[in-house]
């Protein structure tokens, strides 16, 4: 198993000089993904969604997923009545492929677009951006910090593919009917509950009052619902402050979020007890985040109603929720499967082929993400202009 020690030692003293000498699950998340020497995004980045690594996305499948998403951006472009220029914003660009794919169909296919284009990419991962810098070399693509970018100054769209679900979540758990926060501490003499790594969970009373705040803004009335001693779950506030400021930054034009989720109702069933955290270590998931640690992925599902609820306060419209693999239908993947056949040269290149694209539509995994689109400054006659992603297919 991997153990990043350095990475370790940072965390327990970040334990040792905090009051209480604990520190929230969001804080240890966030250290162990993001620290820009040791974390996980910086030190496993080169393994990232390849063989031998941890997970695979839908970027990985090849070009199409890529040209199919550039296909709306195109009409985007055009509904907004083809502005001289159009801002595309990639928040968390991972290696730098999708964002290949996209300028590779637009440089092919449309250089009249590509010449008005301007692509933006949010990283914070060093070591990715670094990567991405050489993938993307032949392009014109600009890096920049979310919080470089002025207020009102984006036309065009943010758009970001399984960034979500790796924000840091705050974790609670009802204790005696109490909601209670998860902190982490190191293990001391006498504690019980260390979890592999070194670390041991303890309950105390909620970090902020936005945990209480959040159960309004999701419509979920936790004195109605039955939900059993030990039910635990996350809360994703990063999510939050995030769309606010996309929102801000957002003068005219979309924001697009792909991710796996579900609405509120379903997410915080009470029946769904344990939450929706997992890790995942050589292409293997488990739900302990306190071992590999620094050299594995964590995650946790979206709650795409409150993207949709706190982007309304924010002055985001929803434009339309739908399934990747209905959205990809949408914009022709059914298309690029009916014509394998006549593109590949060999039977075990149609094969392969055939089962990426199929593996785009698996309604029981990356078919089944979710597809969000906000959009603001739109005009009533290009609100009334359909998404072509959103249309349903007959």
Partial sequence: M?????????????????????????????????????????????????????????????????????????????????????????????QGLLASHILNYYQQHHPEFLAVLK???IEKSPTLKQEQQQRLQNFSVQWCNLADIASNSITGCFFSNELVDAFPVHQFIFEAGELQEVYVTTHGEGD?????????????????????????????????????????????????DWLSIVADRLRCGYVLTIDYGYPASRYYNPRRSQGTLQCYYQHRHHDNPYVNIGAQDITAH?????????????????????????????????????????????????????????????????????VLVQSKGLTETEISQPLTGLIVPE
């Avoid at 239908?329 to 014509?339: C, E, V």
Wanted: net charge negative; hydrophobic share 40%; glycine share 12%.
């Fill in 2 to 94: 991997g153990f990043n020690s350095a990475l370790y030692t940072v965390i327990a003293n970040r334990i040792a000089t905090s009051p209480e000498r604990r520190i929230t699950f969001a804080e240890y998340m966030d250290t162990v993904l993001y620290h820009p020497e040791h974390g996980y995004y910086s030190s496993q980045a080169d393994k990232l969604g390849f063989k031998g690594g941890d997970f695979f996305t839908s970027v990985h499948l090849g070009n199409d997923f890529g040209e199919l998403l550039a296909v709306q951006f195109l009409q985007m472009w055009e509904i907004l009545g083809k502005p001289e220029s159009f801002d595309l914003v990639e928040m968390g660009a991972g």
């Fill in 192 to 240: 019980e509950g260390d979890k592999g790594g070194g670390f041991v969970e303890v309950t105390g009373e909620l970090s902020t009052p936005r945990l209480a705040e959040y159960w309004d803004l999701v419509g979920i009335d936790l004195r109605q619902n039955n939900y059993p001693d030990g039910y635990r779950s996350e809360i994703n506030l990063a999510a939050l």
């Fill in 302 to 370: 979206v709650d795409f109603t409150a993207l949709e609820r706190w982007g309304d306060r924010c002055g985001l419209d929803k434009v339309g929720f739908t399934q990747q693999g209905l959205f990809l239908m949408a914009l022709g993947l059914g298309n690029r499967i009916s014509a394998l056949s006549e593109q590949e040269k060999s039977i075990s290149q149609l094969l392969r082929r055939r089962e990426s694209l199929h593996e785009l539509l698996n309604p029981l995994g990356l078919g089944g993400f979710g």
């Fill in 119 to 121: 692509y933006l990419i």
